[in-house]
């Protein structure tokens, strides 16, 4: 069975610090791999798509990492905001031929501290 | 632009109740996407609509749901009749294209609670 497993499921950090969130996976045969920020009471919002050939992607201070032979993923906060205060979900999509199969993780909270 | 609209943000309703929740994707894209979010399950693709046709269905839960696109700018999300366990946040997403490598934009969602 295809699963996404994240981790911390929780994360407390200050200010100004940096953070890294952890996303392993089973899912085989692999498409993509995705992050999702979302606020509270709001949609997730994509950050980043990965498709099997990229190790590094960035977008501004979120900067995403995907080893596919080892099946996990990291996604790294730099200088952390008050607005990063979110839900991180991590998400895979399994090839089909029929169209991609996707598998969600069950996300991190993260709380940025003042 | 406005983004995905959803109605009605907020839903209560008794069990047993026809409910239906609306969604308009954004303009132009052909793709659209219906989500189930509890915190116990997290987020779950529903149904999945290309150019208005359901493609994948395998995420509706059972013979209660459906779904309906019967244009470009407009989705039905039904649920007959409802039960508490139905309880959740429903988003629908939008993307350009057909293929899941596009990204997906996601509505403000609607917060249903059946009693």
């Known amino acids: 069975k295809n699963q996404v497993e994240q981790s911390p499921q929780s994360l407390i950090i200050l200010e100004g610090k940096n953070c890294t969130l952890q996303c392993n996976y089973t899912v085989s045969p692999f498409s993509n791999l995705r992050w999702y920020k979302q606020d509270t009471g709001r949609g997730p919002v994509s950050l980043t798509i990965?498709?099997?050939?990229?190790n590094t992607k960035s977008n501004g201070r979120y900067t995403a990492t995907l080893d596919a032979d080892t099946k996990q993923s990291s996604l790294h906060i730099t200088a952390s905001q008050l607005s990063d205060s979110a839900s991180y979900i991590c998400?895979?999509?399994?090839?089909?031929?029929?169209?991609?199969?996707?598998?969600f993780g069950t996300g991190t909270r993260l709380a940025v501290r003042p | 632009d406005a983004g995905v609209i959803q109605s009605p943000r907020h839903e209560v309703t008794e069990m047993g109740q026809e409910v239906t929740l609306r969604c308009k994707p954004i303009s132009g894209h052909n793709s659209l996407f219906w989500y189930r979010q509890t915190m116990m399950r997290g987020l779950e693709l529903l149904i999945y609509f290309n150019n208005n046709v359901p493609i994948d269905d395998s995420g509706m839960p059972e013979d209660r749901f459906s779904a309906k696109m019967p244009n470009a700018s407009f989705s039905t999300l039904k649920i007959q009749p409802s039960e508490p366990r139905d309880s959740a946040v429903y988003f629908c997403?939008?993307?350009?294209?057909?293929?899941?490598?596009?990204?997906?934009?996601f509505g403000p969602g609607t917060r249903l609670t059946v009693l």
């Open positions: 998400v895979v999509s399994e090839k089909k031929s029929s169209g991609d199969k996707l598998t």
């Open positions: 997403a939008s993307a350009y294209t057909g293929t899941y490598t596009d990204t997906q934009y």
């Open positions: 990965m498709t099997f050939s990229e």
